[in-house]
């Protein structure tokens, strides 16, 4: 079988998107609770205040967590929870919130494997420069610190950022900055530059502070592009191009893991940018460079493609009426098989797929089931390729399934569904999807079930109901 033993079978989340109480307990606004307000910021002008109130409910998402198996639970701390105005002392009331979430994780036999950053930076410290300011190198360093001392003798995988492809390069209309200018190519070198320092100062941090020696890594988009054919060229086209910087824009891997990783500039970055680059990079490569214990892969879809007569690379043409997610999103199960190779090729790191997943039209049915065979047929065509790879000696040794819960979709507001389990956001009220019961089987065989199996996902729903019927949120479960 190509899933080790230890393969960890996880489910992921983030803060801002789930947590709602944004203003309890001494938490203060970060740049998205801002962008929410602002019109044209969000779909509909929606927002997080409550989310899905896992803030409130997180011991009911812990019990429906460990009713499908998990092993992992990537979640994100919220900076501006932990520490209100982005520095200074520690807002104990946020802390232990999550002091409770680590130890129920672990009661239920869950490991925590938490992300320092993502993307819901404080606002007071946007007002200061956010990451164009050197200074936050700093901030983050001493954030870290809160996290390691209270957290590094329960947690020992951590991640620092979350997809820097995003909230570095996306601009004001992503998920970085709340300033109503489009920042200029060298700005988002510069804020760039400030959170690969970021990433490595929190990596010193948390290996001199953590109570059980950590392993440190940060999840990127796995930006790919893969050969549609098996013509040998064209596959190395296809990896110079997922390895490499191929156009002067943030959408690659190579700006973020050569200089954390390697103690690099990639060249192509050098051609397309040069001197827009930050003056003090070749200065501060040493202090940048902090070799990954692991790197998490957050995988969506890839683009193939294939060499011309010319030796030119040309993206596949989309076929007409080719499956697409309801975020409009390419399916391309291939792209799981690839990335992973290519990244491991080049890095020689251990990989988890940190996110994977599709926002699907999704509705609780007259029968009260939730009945997403689009989302298990898209998940068991992505991990078949997951294990093609590892069967081809990709190291990938975990899978986190993008989303446990339907969430706040950034600008989209609440209007795409991601989660393995739906949340009706007037009651609240969880109902694991038939997706949720899909997956719970694939991991109690380890991946050996990934058939859709109707009766077993029809038993595993009437004994979850049965089991709730009666109790309340309070007592742990809907």
């Not at 801002?16 to 740049?31: L, M, P, T």
């Not at 510069?190 to 109570?211: F, T, Y």
Request: glycine share 10%; aromatic share 12%.
């Amino acid at each position: 079988m190509a899933f080790p033993g230890d393969f960890v079978w996880g489910a992921a989340s983030s803060a801002f998107q789930i947590e709602g109480a944004g203003n309890v307990d001494g938490r203060k606004d970060s740049i998205w609770d801002v962008l929410c307000r602002e019109d044209g910021g969000t779909y509909q002008k929606q927002h997080a205040e409550v989310a899905t109130d896992h803030y409130h409910r997180f011991a009911e998402d812990v019990g429906i967590m460990r009713e499908m198996g998990l092993r992992a639970y990537r979640f994100s701390f919220s900076w501006p929870r932990v520490l209100s105005d982005g520095t200074g002392a520690a807002n104990e009331a946020g802390v232990a919130f999550y002091d409770r979430l680590i130890d129920a994780l672990l009661d239920a036999g869950i490991e925590p494997f938490p992300t320092l950053y993502h993307w819901d930076l404080p606002y007071a410290l946007q007002l200061r420069g956010g990451w164009m300011n050197r200074d936050i190198v700093e901030w983050f360093g001493a954030y870290t610190a809160v996290l390691a001392d209270r957290f590094g003798d329960r947690v020992k995988r951590w991640m620092t950022l979350n997809e820097p492809q995003i909230f570095i390069g996306g601009g004001p209309d992503s998920h970085w900055s709340v300033a109503s200018f489009r920042p200029m190519i060298h700005e988002r070198l510069l804020a760039n530059h400030h959170a690969m320092l970021s990433h490595s100062k929190a990596d010193d941090v948390l290996r001199e502070r953590c109570a059980i020696t950590p392993e440190v890594g940060m999840a990127i988009v796995g930006v790919n592009w893969y050969s549609s054919s098996d013509d040998a060229e064209s596959i190395d086209a296809a990896r110079g191009r997922t390895l490499g910087v191929p156009k002067r824009d943030f959408w690659n891997n190579a700006l973020y893991m050569e200089p954390v990783h390697r103690g690099e500039i990639h060249p192509e970055a050098i051609a397309h940018f040069g001197d827009e680059l930050p003056k003090t990079i070749e200065a501060d490569m040493a202090a940048m460079h902090r070799p990954m214990d692991f790197v998490g892969l957050n995988i969506y879809h890839g683009v193939p493609g294939r060499l011309d007569g010319n030796g030119e690379w040309k993206d596949d043409a989309e076929a007409v009426g080719r499956p697409r997610t309801a975020l409009d999103w390419t399916i391309t199960p291939d792209s799981m098989e690839w990335c992973p190779r290519f990244i491991g090729e080049r890095y020689g790191i251990p990989m988890y797929i940190t996110e994977n997943g599709l926002s699907n039209i999704d509705w609780v049915g007259t029968d009260g089931r939730v009945r997403d065979t689009q989302r298990i047929d898209y998940t068991r065509r992505y991990l078949r390729a997951l294990e093609r790879g590892i069967e081809g000696g990709n190291d990938v040794r975990g899978y986190m399934h993008w989303s446990i819960l339907d969430n706040f979709e950034w600008a989209c507001g609440f209007r795409e569904r991601f989660g393995l389990v739906h949340v009706d956001y007037e009651t609240l009220k969880r109902t694991p999807k038939d997706s949720a019961w899909w997956y719970a089987d694939v991991i109690a065989s380890n991946g050996e079930r990934m058939d859709y199996n109707e009766t077993a996902i029809t038993e595993r729903a009437n004994g979850f109901a049965g089991m709730n019927a009666g109790m309340n949120v309070a007592g742990g479960v809907s």
